[in-house]
């Protein structure tokens, strides 16, 4: 199975950066997609933005386009979402998410994706 570990959480102010990582194992980097999802008190889980490892493709949430900006290293088998301008509507706890290349559907559809990592909580205060 494919692990996930999530890191880089923390308290920012508004307009502040973040940067997520997202550590995969297991598994081939190259034949995994890789989401990453917020969660905000009180609110459904969203996807925010994913990357295909096997293409290069990145997908955005409206929300964060012009924003945040997805990568990965495949010499790290780590994938990161650079947070700027960050806001306190981005306040909520993010997971990264994997499923197995190809895929087909919408990318942002959480049932589509078989392994999850734990939360790192974001913080962004006025």
């Known amino acids: 199975d494919v692990q996930l570990q999530a890191s880089g959480g923390g308290w920012v102010q508004a307009g502040g950066s973040l940067r997520l990582s997202c550590a995969a194992s297991?598994?081939?980097?190259?034949?995994?997609?890789i989401g990453w999802f917020r969660q905000a008190p009180g609110k459904e889980r969203e996807g925010v933005s994913c990357?295909?490892?096997?293409?290069?493709?990145?997908y955005y949430a409206d929300s964060v386009k012009g924003r945040f900006t997805i990568s990965s290293d495949s010499a790290k088998n780590t994938v990161y979402l650079q947070m700027n301008s960050l806001k306190p509507e981005d306040t909520a706890v993010y997971y990264c998410?994997?499923?197995?290349?190809?895929?087909?559907?919408?990318?942002?559809?959480?049932?589509?994706?078989?392994?999850w990592g734990q939360g790192t909580l974001v913080t962004v205060s006025s």
């Open positions: 990357i295909n490892n096997s293409n290069g493709r990145t």
């Open positions: 297991e598994y081939t980097f190259e034949d995994l997609t």
């Open positions: 998410a994997a499923l197995l290349n190809p895929w087909h559907g919408t990318w942002s559809v959480q049932g589509a994706y078989d392994y």
